[in-house]
């Protein structure tokens, strides 16, 4: 992180820079009438205006590269995150397919239980107990 702590401070010190200017320019006080007294107030104040411009898009590359050079220290952690999250994936398939399994088992000893049933006593009911459940175990 120190690169990023390095980053931060010079950008401060940039934003630091274009304070200072902006008071310079503030100190220039108004622009004078007298043509080589005007011509020279113009020629500092486009400088330091132009120091400001610097400083301000300096301070936003610095700003932004901290944030990126931040976001680096921790894209090791963020990988582990996505692996863990795809290995979560993983188990959560397997276990629907236990479920998936153990529904089938269940539906399939329904249907033995009501061939039972038909078998010790032989009637409509019990007949329609062992169709609804091999129709019951036909739709997995």
């Known amino acids: 992180m120190a690169v990023a702590d390095d980053l931060d401070r010079v950008a401060e010190l940039c934003r630091l820079g274009a304070r ?8 220039l006080g108004p622009r004078p009438a007298a043509a080589a007294g005007a011509l020279l107030w113009d020629q500092q104040e486009l400088s330091l205006q132009s120091k400001v411009d610097r400083l301000t898009a300096l301070v936003s590359k610095l700003s932004a590269e901290a944030v990126v050079e931040n976001l ?3 894209a090791a952690q963020l990988k582990s995150v996505g692996d863990c999250a795809e290995a979560a994936e993983d ?3 397997e276990i629907q397919k236990v479920s998936d399994l153990l529904t089938r088992l269940s539906k399939v000893l329904d249907l033995g239980l009501a061939i039972l049933a038909a078998a010790a006593a032989p009637t ?3 007949i329609a107990a062992v ?3 091999a129709e019951g175990l036909g739709n997995n």
Do not use: G
Request: glycine letters at 0%; hydrophobic letters at 45%; aromatic letters at 4%.
């Open 20 to 27: 200072q200017c902006l008071d310079e320019m503030l100190a």
């Open 131 to 133: 169709v609804a459940a």
């Open 72 to 74: 680096s220290d921790y």
């Open 124 to 126: 409509p009911a019990t």
């Open 91 to 93: 188990k959560i398939r």
